[in-house]
C-alpha cells in the first residue's frame, strides 16, 4: 500500500451582492466570497490538497480563472472534477482534515452538512471528513474581516 499526503491552503476575499457557500452550503450572511468561481474557499483547499497528495499540480493548473467555463462555477463541480483526476492516476482518498479561518459568521452550525454533502460527492464516510472551524482573533485580513482563508490536508492511498 502507497500513501500520500497533500496540503492545500486558499483565501478569498469578502464582498457585497456575493452569496457565501462554504464546503457546498450556501450560508446566510452579510457578504460573500469573492472569486471567478462561486469562491467556496474551503472546497477550493480540499481540491489542492487531492492535488498536491496526487502530484497532479493545483486547483488553478486544473481549473483556471482564465477560462470562460468555470465563472461562477459550483465548486461542487470542482470537487468532483478533482476526485475522477485523482481516481484516473489511481488513488483513493483515505481521509481529509481540513480547517475554515473566519471571525463570523459561526461555522459550527454548517459543518454536518458540509460534510455530508462533500461525502456525498468523493463516494467517502462523513467520517472521513473532517471540518474545524476557527477565527483570527482579530488579526491580520481574516480578524479585519476583509477575508476568509482555508487549510486542507488529504491523506490519499494508490489502489
Known amino acids: ?9 486558499d483565501v478569498h476575499r469578502l464582498a457585497d451582492n456575493r452569496d457565501l457557500w462554504l464546503g457546498g452550503v450556501k450560508i446566510d450572511h452579510t457578504q460573500g466570497l469573492m472569486g471567478h468561481s462561486d469562491a467556496d474557499v474551503l472546497i477550493h483547499a480540499i481540491c489542492d490538497a487531492l492535488l498536491g497528495a496526487a502530484n497532479l499540480r493545483d486547483i488553478g493548473f486544473h481549473f483556471p480563472d482564465t477560462a470562460g467555463e468555470y465563472k461562477d462555477i459550483d465548486s461542487k463541480i470542482l470537487l468532483a472534477r478533482t476526485l475522477e483526476v485523482i481516481t484516473e492516476k489511481g488513488y483513493a482518498i483515505g481521509n481529509i482534515d481540513a480547517t475554515i479561518c473566519a471571525e463570523r459568521p459561526k461555522m459550527n452550525p454548517h459543518i454536518p452538512q458540509m460534510q455530508k454533502i462533500m461525502a456525498e460527492i468523493l463516494k467517502i464516510s ?12 482579530k488579526m491580520g485580513f481574516v480578524g479585519r474581516e476583509e477575508g476568509f482563508a482555508a487549510y486542507a490536508v488529504a491523506l490519499i492511498e494508490k489502489q
Open 1 to 9: 500500500m502507497k500513501i500520500r499526503v497533500g496540503f492545500g491552503y
Open 126 to 137: 462523513e467520517n472521513d471528513i473532517s471540518i474545524k472551524a476557527t477565527t483570527s482573533e
